[in-house]
């Protein structure tokens, strides 16, 4: 068996734009549904989330059927809980809150298997098709996408630094910590935090890396696009339900007087 193709990889690196979304509603039957949608990938996120590798996999396994690419957002930048996304079979992987470029080296480590980095090294997982993919060992870099996210003003000042470590994919940059490390909390879309938000996205475009994007506030995703945002994220699973069952409560609460 062949190693299978990262098809998110290879559109970002094109610099085809991808559209995603955020899901954090740990659940494989949501999973499934929203794998249909239409979206271009879908990142499971367990940093803000209660979901573990255990409930990880199950949702990977759902999302296999659909032409979408699942992306997984670790806890942290933790090397062991990075390796066992990776053996669920997850091969793009979004670390959070990357302050330095040592801390970006170390999340190249933890995706790449030694000599090279210090992934473990595991013969029969969901990763090869239970030992199923030739050479597996040797060729998985080759398929996995390492994205790094900048999300903090001092993130932002070493950003070339950062962006510029070998093995590093792609960059997200984050709104809303950046919001917060910008004296901003809770408010996206301040002015100040979309310059710098935007600025990023150019400083990581002029180096020649992909960069991503979240929010549902469609002027904001419209700044970020313009600014080159290539794979962006429209909305979140939570988000578009509670929107969903508020507007329909409003309405016939409204018909029924």
Known sequence: MDLPRNHFK??????????????SIPDPTMTEMLAGCGYDWMMIDTEHSPMDPLVVQPMLQA????????????????????KKFLDAGAQTVMVPYVQTKEEAELAVA????????????????????????????TRAREEICLI????????????????????VDAVFVGPADMAASLGYAGQNGHPEVR???????????????????????????????????????????????????????????????
């Open 63 to 82: 999302a296999a059927a659909y032409p979408v690419s699942t992306l997984v957002r670790p806890t942290a930048l933790d090397p062991a809980q990075i």
């Open 195 to 257: 310059k710098a938000c935007a600025d990023a996205i150019r400083r990581i475009r002029a180096l020649g890396k992909p960069a991503g994007f979240l929010s549902p506030d469609d002027s904001l995703l419209e700044e970020m696009t313009e600014a080159g945002s290539v794979f962006t994220a429209v909305d979140l699973d939570t988000t578009i339900l509670r929107r969903g069952a508020l507007a329909r409560a409003k309405a016939w609460k409204d018909r029924v007087g």
């Open 10 to 23: 290879a559109a970002i690196m094109a610099g085809t734009p991808q559209i995603g979304l955020w899901c």
């Open 148 to 167: 790094v996210q900048i999300e903090t003003k001092g993130a932002l000042d070493r950003l070339e630094e950062i962006a510029g470590v070998p093995g």
């Open 110 to 137: 933890s995706v790449t298997y030694p000599p090279d980095g210090i992934r473990g090294v595991a013969g029969v997982t969901r990763a090869s098709r239970f030992g199923a993919v030739k050479d597996y060992a």
